[in-house]
């Protein structure tokens, strides 16, 4: 069984999977059953500033018969009050030593307001501060949330008075609604933060009701937009993660990263820690099925490092940082091309069309004597399942027009139908970078480009 | 016979698979695929566009679902029931090989029930070309041919012998299967496109053919098949005639006379339905004769799986050779045992008696469904025949110039259905529409 216990920034939790700042953790009676479930840690749900909230809050993005592929919400922080929260927080920290009790907090940008939140914080017993630069609705509004994450030097003002006065680790929490997530973060490491977290939600409108021509969701005839989180967001999440991993300020600066954004399952989660993180945080796919998917989350992240022979967390962190690269440092002489096995094949011709109408062109539709056959090129007459299966042809990719572009492996629907395959190209290595520092002209000129494909064999058709 | 009156016909014989709900038709329009040039398509004789249609139930454009299905095949309420889908676009389904195929057939009711429980029409008649065409005969193929023809602006009249347009629709498939109002919706539908439909006509009684060929520009027959062929056995006029019998079972359930130990000769389709109406209603035993095995006989393997199902009993190899009546009522069938020999004309192994195996079946009522004569009206016109049937060229124009047919009535090759009988009456119409405005003249307009 691998070791799934972490310690991150200080603060320890027997595994990974934190509940995200969120609805989730809106109080200690939840929080007291996520445990119960084997949550590593819980980032209480945002307390600072009073608020009201409103009803229809949570909207969400559906496609093609799956729920919630993203959900989309106005609602603010914690609406409970602050004495009532501080009092949980220390109850919910007293029965769970072990687990980890961190505060997300957000309140007007004085140094007092803040001095004051963290004070209260800390005298809870929690194990540690996230702050909430990243709220995009509502709470921006009035000048906090992602209105701070968004302005690097506000950022980083708001930092330090919080780390004049912490005693526990401070993690600052990033909001994607920004050009380059970067330059917060850095902000963030200049103000002395312990740790840092990302994504918060990403600015959204979920949906326009037909019928009415509402917004959706509607809230007494008015919308407007949210923050987006779940599933859908994953990839978005996992480049923001990988630029603070390949930056060089945050690298050098060795502060954690606690990842979230559409975490759903323990592939997820892995994939999170391959780029860099080394705590996790989960909220939309809790807030679809409960708290009871802690479980395989665990299990099957132990069940993938014990096939994998990691021993712990630690050694998985960043561990495909290093592959993280830009495009100018490809090696262009790299080659793949689709291969379709037959044998799997169902031919349900998504690769041909695909190809065809939006790629490259290099899949061919080959009847049984080998002979070339267009779409739709059967005869009207002819029906009935044996000759519709009969002679329905075979997509068959010519591998010599393929650029590998990977469109058919994408839309194929059956597993390990359509491999990609790496083949020589019969040229030397080189990168973009490389080439055009020895002959600028190729990325200037295209005579001097084509001289350049001419010379090493590339055509492209 | 007490027991009897506990079955209420409109329970047990009521159509066997429920609707689709609006979120199983989605979940499972979803699970398509949407294959490119996709075998289903092919595999449907009218070819309907089947992954489009079932996209726009994904996408919950259910109207412009249904206008996919009835643009292709204008039959597609009934197709959608009595096509053996396992053997056509569900049996072509990619998803054979990696689950289990799309419920085409149950979606396509799903988007035409829309259409029809909702009263709105996808189509509307053309732009009038002046033109007249008779339809003789209202089933499938008739009322689609006039449909596609009125839809191409022509004026159509269908004239039909019974007192229900539909043909087998209405009286000749099971309400198991397709209840009779959706047959009629089908009626009604072709109606408001403008065609007009004449009950009660019949050719060579109250209908002139004469008349018919110089008061319209064209002519299509569509007047399907003739009644059960006779076995040629003792006591034959002691034997129930089976579509008459399916026929009772929709327009009359509570008259049809269903004895408690029913013997049903053949073993196609129609026979299966015969044998599944006598068990619904109330026979303690139904068994099935025929003279050939599992192997050879012509209703489709599901069919005969469903049968089993429903507890009906099956003698292979078993020929009736009398009927035996004692004080006018039926108390047996009695049969001789078979055995397969060397192939027939039908390439099938053709069957011979086993000598001295004679026994008998205990019945007490005995149906036959051994196919249907040969369409008698070939004759009557003067019309060239294949095989009995009539005789058509690749536009369905009959040896008559004008004169076109489809349907059963031309069913030389294949086997007959419904859905082979829209395609033709589509062609015909097609064909019908090519003849009466010439391309040259369509582009003057």
Known sequence: MADLRINFAGIRSPNPFWLASAPPTNSGAQIHKAFEYGWGGAVWKTIGAPVLNVSNRYGAWHYGGQKMLAINNVELISDRPLEVNLREIRDVKRHWPDRAVIVSAMVESTPEAWRDIVLKIEDTGADGIELNYGCPHGMSERGMGSAVGQVPEYCEQITRWVMDVAKIPVIVKLTPNITNIVYPARAAVNAGANALSLINTINSIVAVDLDTLEITPNIGGKGGHGGYAGPAVKPIALNMLSALGTDEVVRRSGLPISGMGGISTWKDAAEFLLLGASSLQVCTAVMHYGYRIIEDLCDGLSNWMDSKGFKSVDEVVGKSLHRISDFKDFDLAFRAVARIDPDKCIKCNLCYVACNDTAHQCIDLVDANGNLVQPYSYDVRSNGKLEAVGSRPQPVVREEDCVGCRLCHNVCPVEGCIEMVEVPSGRASVTWDQLTKARPEVGSDWEAMERYRKEVGIDIH | ?445
């Open chain 2, 1 to 445: 016979m007490n027991d009897r009156q506990i079955i209420r016909p409109e329970e047990v014989l009521a159509e066997y698979y429920p609707p689709l709900t609006d979120h199983e038709a989605v979940v499972e329009a979803n699970r398509c695929l949407y294959c490119y040039d996709a075998p289903c398509t092919h595999a449907c004789p009218t070819h309907i566009d089947i992954p489009k249609f079932i996209k726009k139930i994904a996408t919950e454009n259910v109207v412009g679902s249904a206008r996919t299905i009835l643009e292709a095949n204008l039959m597609g309420a009934t197709c959608a029931r009595v096509c053996p889908v396992q053997e056509l676009c569900e049996g072509a389904c990619v998803l054979n090989a990696e689950e289990k195929p799309i419920m085409i057939g149950r979606l396509q009711r799903y988007a035409t029930d829309y259409v029809y429980s909702r009263g709105i029409d996808v189509f509307k008649a053309g732009p009038p070309t002046g033109k007249k065409v008779a339809v003789i005969g209202a089933g499938p193929a008739g009322l689609t041919c006039a449909g596609e023809l009125a839809k191409l602006g022509h004026s159509v009249t269908v004239f039909e012998k019974r007192e229900l347009p539909g043909g087998l629709s209405t009286y000749g498939i099971i309400v198991l299967r397709e209840p009779v109002e959706v047959a009629l919706a089908e009626v009604e539908m072709v109606k408001r496109l403008g065609v007009e439909v004449k009950t009660g006509m019949e050719l060579g009684a109250n209908l002139s053919f004469e008349q018919i060929r110089r008061e319209y520009d064209a002519v299509f027959l569509s007047v399907g098949l003739g009644a059960v062929p006779a076995l040629g056995i003792p006591g034959e006029e002691h034997i129930v005639d089976g579509l008459s019998y399916i026929e009772a079972s929709k327009m009359n359930p509570q008259g049809l006379e269903v004895g408690r130990n029913v013997a049903v000769i053949g073993a196609g389709n129609t026979a299966i339905d015969c044998a599944t109406v006598a068990k619904r209603l109330g026979a303690e035993r139904v068994t099935m004769v025929y003279r050939r095995t599992d192997a050879e006989m012509t209703a489709y393997p599901h069919e005969y799986e469903f049968a089993k199902k429903e507890g009906i009993e099956f003698r292979f190899l078993t020929q009736p050779v009398r009927v035996i009546v004692e004080g006018g009522k039926v108390t047996g069938l009695e049969c001789v045992r078979m055995e397969l020999g060397a192939p027939d004309a039908s390439g099938r192994p053709a069957p011979r008696p086993v000598p001295g195996s004679e026994f008998v079946l205990p019945a007490d009522q005995v149906v036959k469904a051994i196919g249907q004569e040969k369409p008698a009206l070939a004759q009557m016109l003067g019309l060239q025949t294949e095989k009995g049937y009539i005789k058509v060229n690749d536009d369905f124009e009959t040896s008559l110039s004008g004169v076109y047919a489809g349907g059963d009535c031309v069913r030389a090759k294949g086997s007959a259905s419904t859905v082979m009988a829209v395609e033709d009456g589509k062609l015909a119409a097609f064909a019908i529409h090519r003849k009466l405005v010439p391309l040259r003249a369509a582009a003057d307009d």
